[in-house]
Nanobody, 119 residues
Framework: QVQLVESGGGLVQAGGSLRLSCVVS????????MGWYRQAPGKQRELVATITSGGYTNYADSVKGRFAISRDNAKNTVVLQMNSLKPEDTAVYYC?????????????WGQGTQVTVSS
């Protein structure tokens, strides 16, 4: 069974940095886009950043210039480097991978990792 295993969350002061990593394990399928989403208490899950297999990136306006997403296709890994963190970045961050088997495409999610930014 495919698993997305996240690491790197934690508590940091405003202005600090954190690095989130996610590895897709036990997968024999192709991986299209990978990315990170977040969900703050009382709010809907929102896109943070995505990256295609070809390296094209997309960011939420709120994190542009502060966050950077990258991936290692050989290792099925995606990384989110978060700098200049703000209290409003506090949320549970979820890794996402779009898997493909021929023409069939589906989504897989990690279990989530907590990021807390103190003011």
């Amino acid at each position: 069974q495919v698993q997305l295993v996240e690491s790197g969350g934690g508590l940091v002061q405003a202005g600090g940095s954190l690095r989130l990593s996610c590895v897709v394990s036990r997968s024999t399928f192709s991986i299209n886009a990978m990315g990170w989403y977040r969900q703050a208490p009382g709010k809907q899950r929102e896109l943070v950043a995505t990256i295609t297999s070809g390296g094209y990136t997309n960011y939420a306006d709120s994190v542009k210039g502060r966050f950077a997403i990258s991936r290692d296709n050989a290792k099925n890994t995606v990384v989110l480097q978060m700098n200049s963190l703000k209290p409003e970045d506090t949320a549970v961050y979820y890794c996402h991978a779009q898997l493909r088997n021929g023409v069939v495409v589906w989504s897989n999610w990690g279990q989530g990792t907590q990021v807390t930014v103190s003011s």
